[in-house]
């Protein structure tokens, strides 16, 4: 054992590349190697030797291991001292969260409109029937009522932040418009405000329609508010959001919180997923003097126009979006790819 040592001790000190000394370990380690010969010739050896010699084999496997690592470490590059730290190495990317497509358009409407000098306005989710009908002039017979169509809450413990005037029974708004009557109440004319938010209805669930959903509801009030500066500032609002080249058609309609009153159509000359040209947008008019007198406003003097559009519908068009669950199932995939330039 002791010449072997030496042996593979001077070829060792003789290796000068990793592939030379990778050629001794295999002389030794490989199948046919000198430590696995070794050790089948212990079955040749009588059972008293067996014993003894196995040990010198396994002393001088462990020596050879260390020997041969030992001469891998002295070839191994020189590594600079301090950490192992490349600043050139390019960073791995850590996956980042966006601003989802329901918000960023939401924050484009709002700019749009803060230039316009709207503010920003808000009411709770959680209305009476005063705040989401009487106050709007929806007389109590009115199918949006209905049981079937809006969500109403049984438990009035649920008790809403926002104070409570009128009463009725507690629901889920089922419209943006109450942030109308709360805005007239906090502040006196002129007013202009502009509130996106969140409105429930019960609805079948299917690609156009869902349960919850947002709406954004616009009101401006004034001493000379009038048709031609609700189709101005409307017009304006909605080409910046579908492009310069869209023509607008304002279809006579009935709300009852308006006279008159209006759906806007948008006319697209290239239709893409939607195939339609004209498509409805928003519903508007002037404000109904019943509302604003309700709200200690004296029609007289001031008048008002109000909107109110859906921030989905309006996604679908722009972003051409065929199904409304995607913006609430989360799909990472569908997030990614949306484009709304905010
Ligand atoms: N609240 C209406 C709806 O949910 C939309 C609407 C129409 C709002 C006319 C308005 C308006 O302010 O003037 O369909």
């Given at each position: 054992m002791q010449e072997r040592v030496a042996e593979l001790r001077a070829s060792l000190q003789a290796a000068e590349t990793e592939g030379a000394l990778e050629a001794i370990r295999i002389r030794y380690?490989?199948?046919?190697g000198e430590v696995p010969r070794l050790l089948a010739s212990l079955?040749?050896?009588p059972p008293e030797r067996r014993r003894e010699a196995g040990r010198a084999i396994n002393n001088f496997k462990a020596l050879a291991e260390k020997a041969i690592e030992e001469r891998r470490a002295e070839l191994a590059p020189a590594r600079p001292k301090?950490?192992?730290?490349?600043?050139t190495l390019p960073g791995r990317p850590v996956p980042e969260g966006s601003i989802h497509p329901i918000s960023r358009m939401c924050r484009r409407i709002v700019e749009i409109f803060r230039r316009l000098g709207f503010a920003l306005a808000d009411g709770p989710e959680v209305e009476n029937e005063f705040y989401n009908f009487d106050a709007l002039?929806?007389?109590?017979?009115?199918?949006?009522?209905?049981e079937q169509d809006t969500f109403f809450l049984k438990d009035s413990t649920l008790l809403p932040a926002a104070p409570f005037r009128g009463g009725g029974r507690l629901l889920?708004?089922?419209?943006?418009?109450?942030v109308q009557i709360r805005a007239m109440e906090k502040q006196r004319p002129p007013i202009r405000i502009i509130a996106p938010g969140r409105c429930y209805r019960r609805d079948e669930i299917d690609a156009t329609h869902s349960i919850a959903f947002f709406q954004v509801e616009g009101l401006v009030v004034e001493e000379s508010a009038s048709l031609r500066e609700l189709k101005g500032t409307l017009e304006l609002v909605f080409r910046e959001l579908l492009g310069q080249e869209t023509r607008f058609r304002f279809r006579p309609h009935y709300f009852p919180f308006t006279e008159p009153s209006f759906e806007i159509d948008g006319f697209r000359p290239s239709p893409a997923k939607t195939g339609k040209e004209w498509l409805e947008l928003c519903g508007c008019g002037m404000v109904h003097p019943k509302v604003l007198s309700g709200a200690g406003i004296d029609p007289d003097r001031y008048s008002g126009f109000a909107f109110g559009f859906g921030i989905e519908r309006l996604l679908m068009i722009v972003e051409e979006?065929?199904?409304?669950r995607l913006f609430t199932e989360n799909d990472v995939r569908f997030l990614r790819n949306q484009s709304c330039p905010v």
């Open positions: 380690f490989g199948r046919h079955g040749t050896l301090g950490p192992a730290f490349d600043a002039n929806t007389p109590p017979d009115h199918p949006a009522r209905n889920l708004r089922s419209q943006t418009s109450p979006v065929p199904d409304l």
